[in-house]
Nanobody, 129 residues
């Protein structure tokens, strides 16, 4: 059973940068595809970024078009964490951000919610002046 805890969310101004972190226990981030999703009020949870398990995709990264070039996902194997560096934040980035783990052999694709078996509790990011 993988347990995930996100941290780093807070209120920032437009144009600011923010770094979210996801700490894993009960399993290693390198053995799972790790993803970041977000959910704004009244909207469905949406894919943001993913980093493939080292044993499957060699750590390949994937991004939603809405964040490509602004967000970067990375993994620290020693700390068993996955971070999301967010730059040039805009009000439309306001949401609860979730970290998730997708075990090897899961159905679906990295950008689909249902393939992720483990989820954190979420961290609120608010972008407002």
């Amino acid at each position: 059973q993988v347990q995930l805890v996100e941290s780093g969310g807070r209120l920032v101004q437009p144009g600011a940068s923010l770094r979210l972190s996801c700490a894993a226990s009960g399993g290693t981030t390198s053995d799972n595809t790790m993803g970041w999703f977000r959910q704004a009020p009244g909207k469905e949870r949406e894919f943001i970024a993913a980093i493939a398990a080292l044993t499957w995709g060699g750590g390949d990264t994937y991004y939603a078009d809405s964040v490509k070039g602004r967000f970067t996902i990375s993994r620290d194997n020693a700390k068993n964490t996955v971070d999301l560096q967010m730059n040039s934040l805009a009000p439309e980035d306001t949401a609860v951000y979730y970290c998730a783990a997708r075990p090897l052999g899961s159905s679906g694709s990295y950008y689909q919610v249902f393939g992720y078996a483990y989820w954190g509790q979420g961290t609120q990011v608010t972008v407002s002046s």
